[in-house]
C-alpha cells in the first residue's frame, strides 16, 4: 500500500468518526429537547401541541378549564352561549393528562419526530340543572323579538294554477328544537369538553329538532300526488244536438279535491254535485215564466208547469264522477305535465252527450223562454172555463170545459205550461174513491190531470162559474165532441198554457 493511500484511509476514517460524533451528539441533544416536551407533529383532542412542554399543557389545560365557553348555534341563526360559570363547569384533566403524558415520555427521540394523535377523555362536571334552566328560557328554544320560531310545515300536494296540474310543497324544517334531546346532545357536547357546537348539523339536527311528518319524498305523498293528478286532469265537454254545451275543468275539480293525513284524496262529492245543479238550473226552462199571449191577444205571464228544458241532473252527476274517478291513462298525464299544450290536453278531454229529464221545442240561447212551438199549443184559461186549440199558427177550435174544484186546493186545477203526454180513446180514471171510464183522454201532468170526456148531467147549466161549486178533481173536463175534437187536434208535447184569465 503506498503512503498516499493510507493518508486517504486515514482521513475518511477521522470523517466517519467525526460524522457519527455529531449525529450522536444531536441525538442526544434531541432526546435531551424532547424529554420533557411532545413530538414534533403531535395533537392533543384535536389540538396542536407540538413541541409545547407538559408543563405548559398543564398551564393551557388549566387555562383551557378556566376560560372554557360552549357556542352553540342552529338554524335560521340561532346562537347561545354557555360560559363555565353558567353551568359551573369543572375539568379534571388532572390524572388522565399525567397518564398521556407518561404514555409520551416512553418515546424514544425517532418515534417523536413522527406524527401522533392522541384522544383522551377528561372527566367533565356541571350543573345539569342549571344548563335545562338556562336552555328552558334561551331565544334558540323559545325565540324572542329578533329571533322567531317556526314550526315544521308538512310536505303538501296542491294545485298549481300554471300548470293546472296536482304539484308537491316541499316541507319547511322550521327550527323547533325540542328540549329534552337538546339537553342531552349539549349536555354530551359539554361532557366532551367541546367548544363548538352547530345543532344544524344532520348529525344533531335528526335528534334535536321537530321534524315535519311528511317529507316530499315519502312514497305515501308521491301516491298522493298520482291520485290528485288522477282526479283533476280531467276536461269533460257536455254537448246536446240543439247547441246546448258546458265544461267541467281541473279549475273547478281542484276546489272539490281534499288531500287526507292517511296520504289520500277526498272527493267532494256534494261540492261536485253543487256544481251539476247550478249547470241544470243554467239551463233550466222547465217551470219558468213564459210571456204568452192569449186568444183575445193580450199578453200575459205564466209561470209554473213542467214544460221545458231540463237537464237530468243525476245521470249528469253520474256522468261527471265516472269520468273524474276513471283510471286515466299515465302516458296522457305524464305528457301533459312535460308539456300542457292543447293537444296534450284534449287527450285528457271527455266529450258528453247531455242527457235531458225534458225537452222544449227549441233551444233558444237568446230568450231561453221562448221554447215553446208557437204554431201548436193549447190554451186554458180558468176564470172563462174556456180550452182553445191553436194549430198551424191559428185558432182551430174552442170549447167550454170545466176544470177543478176551486175551493178545494187538492182539486184545483194546477196553472202553468204542461205539455201533451200521452193521448187514449178509452180510459179510466181513479181516485182514492172514484173511478170512471172515460173517453179520449190526454194527460196533461203526470199527477192525472188532463182533457178528457166527462158526461155530466149538468152540461146544459153551464156557466163560467161552475168549477167555483161543482168542478172537477183537477181535469179539464169536455163534452164528448169537443173531446173528440181536441184528442185528435193536439199532438205529443204540445204546450199547455193554464192560466186564471
Given at each position: 500500500m503506498s503512503f498516499l493511500d493510507s493518508k486517504v484511509k486515514k482521513g475518511i476514517m477521522i470523517g466517519v468518526t467525526c460524522l457519527v460524533t455529531v449525529i450522536v451528539i444531536l441525538i442526544a441533544a434531541t432526546g435531551i429537547y424532547f424529554h420533557n416536551r411532545w413530538g414534533l407533529h403531535t395533537t392533543l383532542n384535536q389540538i396542536d401541541v407540538s413541541k409545547m412542554t407538559y408543563a405548559e399543557t398543564r398551564k393551557m389545560m388549566a387555562q383551557y378549564t378556566s376560560d372554557y365557553q360552549l357556542e352553540i348555534t342552529g338554524r335560521d341563526g340561532g346562537k347561545l352561549q354557555l360560559t363555565r360559570e353558567d353551568i359551573e363547569v369543572n375539568i379534571a384533566y388532572g390524572n388522565a393528562l399525567d397518564q398521556i403524558i407518561a404514555i409520551d415520555k416512553k418515546k424514544n427521540v425517532f418515534s417523536k419526530m413522527v406524527p401522533h394523535t392522541y384522544e383522551q377523555e377528561f372527566p367533565v362536571a356541571f350543573s345539569k340543572e342549571k344548563l335545562i334552566a338556562i336552555l328552558k328560557n334561551a331565544s334558540i328554544i323559545v325565540g324572542d323579538s329578533s329571533y322567531a320560531i317556526h314550526k315544521p310545515k308538512n310536505a303538501y300536494v296542491t294545485y298549481n294554477d300554471t300548470k293546472k296540474a296536482g304539484e308537491i310543497v316541499p316541507e319547511e324544517l322550521g327550527n323547533q328544537l325540542l328540549l329534552e334531546p337538546t339537553v342531552a346532545v349539549i349536555a354530551d357536547a359539554i361532557e366532551h369538553a367541546m367548544q363548538k357546537i352547530d345543532l344544524s348539523e344532520k348529525t344533531y339536527a335528526d335528534?334535536?329538532?321537530?321534524?315535519?311528518?311528511?317529507?316530499?319524498?315519502?312514497?305515501?305523498?308521491?301516491?298522493?300526488?298520482?291520485?290528485?293528478?288522477?282526479?283533476?286532469?280531467?276536461?269533460?265537454?257536455?254537448?246536446?244536438?240543439?247547441?246546448?254545451?258546458?265544461?267541467?275543468?281541473?279549475e273547478e275539480i281542484k276546489d272539490w279535491l281534499h288531500p287526507t293525513k292517511k296520504g289520500k284524496v277526498k272527493l267532494d262529492q256534494t261540492a261536485l254535485k253543487q256544481w251539476i245543479e247550478e249547470r241544470c238550473l243554467e239551463y233550466k226552462t222547465q217551470g219558468k215564466t213564459r210571456t204568452f199571449t192569449t186568444h183575445d191577444k193580450r199578453k200575459i205571464k205564466v209561470a209554473g208547469g213542467d214544460y221545458g228544458w231540463r237537464i237530468n241532473y243525476d245521470n249528469t252527476v253520474q256522468q261527471a264522477l265516472k269520468r273524474i274517478q276513471k283510471k286515466k291513462d299515465l302516458t296522457a298525464i305524464e305528457a301533459y305535465l312535460a308539456d300542457p299544450s292543447e293537444e296534450n290536453q284534449k287527450a285528457l278531454t271527455q266529450e258528453v252527450k247531455i242527457n235531458f229529464s225534458n225537452k222544449g221545442y227549441v233551444w233558444n240561447p237568446d230568450n231561453p223562454m221562448k221554447d215553446w212551438n208557437t204554431q201548436n199549443y193549447s190554451e186554458v184559461d180558468?176564470?172563462?172555463?174556456?180550452?182553445?186549440?191553436?194549430?198551424?199558427?191559428?185558432?182551430?177550435?174552442?170549447?167550454?170545459?170545466?176544470?177543478?174544484?176551486?175551493?178545494?186546493?187538492?182539486?184545483?186545477?194546477?196553472?202553468?205550461?204542461?205539455?201533451?203526454?200521452?193521448?187514449?180513446?178509452?180510459?179510466?180514471?181513479t181516485g182514492a174513491d172514484y173511478e170512471t171510464p172515460t173517453k179520449y183522454w190526454v194527460r196533461i201532468m203526470w199527477t192525472g190531470t188532463g182533457y178528457h170526456y166527462l158526461g155530466r148531467s149538468d152540461w146544459s147549466r153551464w156557466t163560467p162559474q161552475i168549477y167555483l161549486s161543482r168542478g172537477s178533481h183537477g181535469c179539464v173536463n169536455l163534452q164528448l165532441e169537443d173531446a173528440k175534437a181536441i184528442y185528435n187536434l193536439v199532438g205529443y208535447r204540445d204546450p199547455v198554457f193554464i192560466y186564471e184569465g
Open positions: 335528534q334535536v329538532y321537530k321534524k315535519p311528518k311528511f317529507y316530499s319524498t315519502d312514497d305515501v305523498l308521491q301516491t298522493q300526488l298520482e291520485q290528485f293528478n288522477q282526479y283533476v286532469l280531467t276536461w269533460i265537454t257536455w254537448t246536446s244536438e240543439e247547441g246546448i254545451t258546458f265544461s267541467l275543468t281541473p180558468i176564470k172563462n172555463q174556456m180550452v182553445y186549440v191553436y194549430k198551424d199558427g191559428k185558432l182551430a177550435y174552442s170549447s167550454i170545459c170545466v176544470t177543478g174544484l176551486y175551493s178545494d186546493p187538492e182539486r184545483r186545477t194546477k196553472l202553468g205550461c204542461y205539455f201533451i203526454k200521452e193521448k187514449k180513446e178509452d180510459y179510466v180514471l
